[in-house]
């Protein structure tokens, strides 16, 4: 179910389609940086925490990391 503008009401619209097929509560909420996401998530799910995926993070953290730099960066 893709819609043609991924925005807040969007992603509302697909919360509460779940919360229909009887989920009740989610803890964690684990997402990329979806437009609208974070506040479809708190009006539907008001107990629920928000977290930017760490995949997502790291990608957008290092997206202007020179490829010969990348490995020494992201080294842990």
Do not use: P
């Amino acid at each position: 179910m893709l819609g043609a503008s991924q925005n807040e009401k969007y992603w509302l619209n697909v919360l509460m389609e779940i919360k229909g097929r009887g989920v009740k509560e989610v803890v964690i909420f684990c997402t990329g940086n979806l437009t609208g996401i974070k506040e479809a998530i708190q009006a539907g799910f008001t107990q629920s925490e928000h977290q930017k995926c760490i995949v997502h993070q790291v990608r957008n953290a290092t997206k202007h990391v020179s490829s010969k730099d990348l490995k020494e960066v992201v080294q842990i």
